[in-house]
């Protein structure tokens, strides 16, 4: 990592709030570079707390273009942070007009061109995808970043039509404790205590939303950029990672958006900015790449950003499995269309006699974290026990040249099932010589969806039918004397919530089933295609001086962050995580910052309405020279019957020992499909 102290601009910062029509101001800090001359603005918008939660990762990125001639600025959502109104939901048209209106006022400052970037990972990302389908004029371009432009089936709430277990409950747990967070009085003066308070009538639970549309309705329509992508008008680089959950949108956008406008990046990344150095990398030079992005699209500067690839993705070679990689081995390619001719469909045919396929219900605790965020134990160790409850089918590489992939693999099974209600989950796997089972992507289907994620329709009992689905994209290079593997199981818990009768299974007919794997012939396979073949290559990872949080020392051991616990007499699993999201820290300004979370999975092996989820969240807000002391306790249960899902959410915010707020909410929810 280059860390940069000098720059071609001195910069300055000011805190700011932003009016919006109706009266709310949405908290705002800019960096500007210090000229007599207006200059374009960046915006990263999202709900995660500028003074606390994402101030490092701030400080890393906007200063820096600041020293590089924009004006860069970070901005709360309403109802989080220090600005104004109450929190909504996570597809809430009212947070999308507030950041038009916050474009619009931007735009229009004396020191800004009136051209305008966006930017962000996750929630900022999307937000950026959504803001420029609404097509304010002065946004220009953006930079999306592991986000979604199809919130039902590639977000955080269902995958293949089935509830997401763990990230549904997950996330709306954290998204609780976020909203119940109070104000910072050093930013938000003497009415922070009020302005807390009337924020905390308002929050509610958002898994209330999520559950009450099982399908791909309007709710989730109304969210989605894939609706319409000719609706988006600003230039898009779309961004992502083979270890980010999220990273098909980076493969849609560019097949969908014209080439004119449009250039996608897939590394081997997690959950994370691609220069932050956390694992797996390689990292890269983004902040230069996205300058480049910013200097062609609204300065008008020749940077040869758009002679690039219309896609580059980085093919992992194959390796071992681990819960973490510093780096992985591989290279960059470029294709300069998408769909690429040179990705060919290649079909496996499954082989031999009809098998019945009815995992255990634990099948899935080694599936790793649904979003890693480059965590020790984030991602999916060696597969051979999944394996061993799954049905498998394999395919030497032979030849004496590897098998390429890029792009999404797709299956197509034959299945007969004797209930109405099943989901089948589908792994590839890369099988070493010496056994060992390498995750590679993975796919879901709810059976009951596979007509179509806006409906559900019942399997007809003992009758066959043929499904297909895709899993996640993908680039990686099998190797001669290596297996590749198929494993299909009907359970996959956390990642997918069981349905009663679900644990009766189905059976899968090889005859009519086979996979298809996008294969991409390697460069060095052909004279031609060498010769062809774009270079990719990306400068080192550079970013401004970091804030200087500390970290407290602590004799205490940390506690696992991925804890498998059996219970053998009861045939029980539970599955205890620390998502280790931030511990305790210091700022420069004496903010004293803790959290600590729990997630509890767990679920009976051979019944589904066993699955239980529970989330604690415990935050403390700690000013000592202000004699500020503030404490968020929340508690997220979910658990499910045969006809609905229960949910119960708790919480208990205090100032020093006086409790402020106590609330509980008790929900049924009918279960109509997911």
Not at 446 to 465: F, Q
Request: net charge negative.
């Amino acid at each position: 990592m280059i860390i940069r102290t000098e720059f071609p601009y001195e910069t300055t910062r000011e805190d700011v709030r932003i009016p919006m029509p109706g009266g709310v101001e949405l908290y705002a800090r800019i960096w500007r570079p210090v000229t007599d001359e207006p200059v374009p603005a960046l915006l990263e918008y999202l709900p995660y707390r500028l003074t606390d939660g994402t101030a490092p990762r701030d400080w890393q990125r906007h200063p820096w273009y600041a020293g590089h001639g924009y004006a860069s600025v970070r901005v709360d959502v309403r109802g989080h942070g220090c600005s104004g109104g109450a929190p909504g939901d996570a597809y809430d048209a009212r947070e999308l007009a507030d950041g038009v209106a916050v474009v619009e006022w931007l735009a229009a400052r004396p020191w800004c061109t009136g051209s305008v970037g966006m930017f962000g990972i996750s929630w900022g990302g999307s937000n950026s995808l959504r803001i420029a389908a609404l097509a304010p004029r002065a946004l220009k371009a953006v930079v999306t970043v592991c986000s979604t432009d199809d919130p039902y089936d590639n977000d955080a709430h269902y995958m293949g039509g089935s509830v997401l277990a763990v990230d549904a409950h997950a996330w709306a747990a954290t998204m609780l404790a976020f909203a119940a967070r109070p104000p910072d009085p050093l930013f938000a003066g003497d009415g922070w205590r009020e302005q807390w308070l009337a924020r905390l009538e308002s929050v509610e639970p958002l898994i209330h939303t999520w559950l009450s549309h099982q399908t791909r309705d309007d709710y989730w329509k109304h969210g989605s950029v894939c609706e319409d992508y000719g609706a988006i008008g600003a230039a898009v680089l779309a961004v992502g990672g083979w270890h980010d959950p999220y990273r098909d949108t980076v493969l849609r956008l560019v097949s969908h958006l014209p080439s004119d406008r449009v250039r996608g990046l897939i590394g081997p990344w997690s959950h994370q900015y691609p220069d932050r150095g956390l694992p797996p990398g390689p990292g890269i030079g983004f902040l230069q790449e996205t300058l480049r992005w910013w200097d062609h699209w609204l300065k008008g500067a020749d940077t040869g950003v758009m002679g690039e690839p219309l896609l580059r993705s980085w093919i992992s070679g194959s390796h071992p499995p681990a819960t973490t990689y510093e780096a992985l081995p591989g290279r960059w390619v470029g294709d300069a269309s998408w769909p690429s001719p040179a990705v060919t469909p290649v079909t496996y045919g499954l082989r031999g006699a009809p098998v019945i396929v009815a995992s255990p219900q634990h099948t899935g605790l080694d599936a790793g974290r649904f979003c890693p965020f480059g965590n020790d134990a984030d991602l999916p160790p060696d597969q051979r026990e999944e394996d061993a409850k799954s049905a498998c089918f394999e395919f030497p590489v032979e030849g004496g040249k590897p098998v390429e992939v890029l792009g999404r693999p797709q299956v197509t099974l034959r299945l007969r099932m004797d209930v109405p209600y099943g989901q089948v989950a589908a792994r590839l796997c890369d099988v070493a010589p010496d056994g060992s089972s390498t995750l590679v992507t993975r796919g879901a289907l709810n059976l009951s969806a596979r007509m179509g994620r806006d409906k559900a329709v019942p399997w007809p009992a003992g009758a066959y039918e043929d499904v297909a689905f895709e899993l996640n994209g993908i680039g990686h290079s099998f190797p001669p004397g290596h297996r590749i593997r198929l494993a299909l199981s009907s359970a996959y818990w956390p990642w997918i919530w069981p349905r009663a009768g679900s644990e009766a299974g189905w059976t899968v007919e090889p005859a009519g089933s086979a996979l298809t794997l996008p294969v991409r012939e390697a460069a060095a396979a052909a004279a031609a295609a060498a010769a062809a073949e774009p270079v990719v290559a990306f400068g080192a990872p550079e970013q401004s001086e970091p804030l200087g949080v500390v970290l407290p020392a602590t004799l205490d051991e940390p506690r696992p962050e991925r804890l498998v616990v059996r219970d053998v007499a009861r045939g029980t699993w539970r599955l205890e995580v620390d998502p280790r999201y931030g511990g305790t820290r210091v700022y420069p300004d004496g903010l004293e910052f803790s959290e600590d979370a729990l997630e509890v999975y767990e679920i009976q092996e051979a019944d589904p309405l066993s699955a239980r989820t529970r989330s604690d969240w415990r935050i403390r807000l700690h000013r000592p020279d202000l004699g500020w002391d503030t404490r968020v306790e929340t508690r997220s249960e979910i658990a499910c019957d045969e006809g609905g899902f229960l949910t119960s959410n708790e919480v208990i915010c205090r100032e020093g020992d006086e409790v402020l707020f106590h609330r509980t909410w008790e929900r049924r929810l009918p279960r109509a499909a997911g």
